[in-house]
């Protein structure tokens, strides 16, 4: 027990620099960012305007991180009528913005909820149930997930930021990747070689497919808000549509170590129960498993993805405009590139994997 406590605790290290990102530092500006707890609110009241109800409030807060540690202050919430305004409650933990403006005057105004404490739960959580269900796997399994986060964030999120090729940055992360995660989740041996090698040859297809139809479709990559956001902030610096192309290869990898590592150790069941069958027959029984590992493969994509856009997925819904013009906005376009050619990719990757698989593991027996 003590050794599995002792594991917990050094995949929390490994993860730890990640939970940072919410950690909040004073600008080098007269303006700081405050930590605080609601005590209570001091009045409450519900502001019409534009024929719509906003929600006013003046709260009662004490700042529990910053420079003003232990004061007590007044913030008003609504006096600028917002949308979506959440309203706040006795215990809730908000982050604050500070600022003296040109008289010396401090003004305060809430931006945001304090989110790491459930945050900090839920990944303990995960990493228990890993450790304790997947045993050594699965914190072999962590460990992989550990270092892949480490080439995201040391490597490249820096080297895109920097203004290198996105593309090009994604396919060398993703060399790096895939070892680590591979080698950690299934082990040193032939079954999970082969998987990497199928997952390689998949890649590059996923890659090309992914060039040809973002240019296609003459996909700019500006259809969302960060991508303004990233070009006002580094402009002509960052490749904004290489960043949609990085993204389908980064995100494609993570789902073909499912499929790829799936299809090599049915091969390798197939080969070890019947030494005497050939390429062909194991490449055709594999396959059978395959087609259903496709088929579920797809709806879980699509499933995977609708959950996700569904606010975007609401532009159907009472649209005036024509299904063909709705389709052709490019928030649309490129979410149907996306997970179409990741899709492809995947479903490519079963039979090259079973194929090699299948022809290796033959190969192999027949020298040993």
Partial sequence: MKRLFLIIGLLLFLFLPFFSVFAQEVSPAQEEVLE??????????????????FLYQELKIKITKGSLEGREIVVEVGNIPLVG????????????????????????????????????????????????????????????LGVSFLIIFIFILPQIHAGKDPIMIAVFGSLLIIPF??????????????????????LMITGLLAKFFVEA???TGFASE???FLQVARPGVINIRGLILAGIIIGVLGVLDDITVSQAAIVQQLREANPRLKVKEIFLRAMKVGQDHIASMI????????????PLLLLFIDNPHPFSEVI?????????????????GLITAVPLTTFLAAYFMVQWKHKS
């Fill in 217 to 219: 479709t003459r996909l």
């Fill in 85 to 144: 305004q959440p309203k706040y409650q006795l215990g809730d933990e908000v982050l604050l913005n500070y600022v003296q403006d040109f008289e010396g005057d401090e003004v305060f105004y809430i931006t945001d909820f304090v989110r790491r404490r459930p945050l900090a739960w839920l990944f303990l959580l995960f990493v228990v149930l890993a450790v304790l269900i997947g045993r050594w796997r699965g914190i072999s399994s962590l460990l992989g």
């Fill in 181 to 202: 995660s591979f080698y950690f989740s299934h082990g040193l041996n032939k079954k999970t070689t082969l998987a990497i090698l199928g997952t390689l040859i998949a």
């Fill in 36 to 53: 605080g707890k609601v005590l209570g609110s001091i009045k409450e009241d519900v502001v019409i305007e534009g024929g719509k109800q």
């Fill in 299 to 310: 709806n879980t994509l699509v499933l995977v993805y609708a959950g996700a856009a569904l």
């Fill in 226 to 228: 960060e991508a303004g």
């Fill in 328 to 344: 052709n906005y490019e928030i649309i376009a490129e979410e149907i590139v996306r997970t179409l050619v990741g899709s492809i």
